[in-house]
């Protein structure tokens, strides 16, 4: 996985957009996405199994969603 060049096909296909690379199983990004979302509604989108439900587990600290 390069991670570099994700971030930069992400970048590139929404201009002006801030891009974060995160990992629920790396557990990487999590605290400086947290302070992104603190008093703000959020949506997660993705394909069916990208890790949202994953990803908002690990944001909570537990279980909320079924994954797998």
């Known amino acids: 996985d390069d991670i570099d060049a994700a971030v930069t096909a992400a970048m590139s296909a929404a201009p ?22 603190a008093d703000r509604t959020v949506v997660f989108v993705g394909e069916s199994g990208a890790g949202k439900s994953s990803l908002l587990n690990a944001l909570a600290g537990s279980d909320l969603m079924k994954t797998g």
């Open 16 to 37: 002006g957009a801030e891009v974060l690379a995160v990992s629920s199983a790396a557990v990487t990004g999590l605290d400086e996405l947290r302070g992104l979302l």
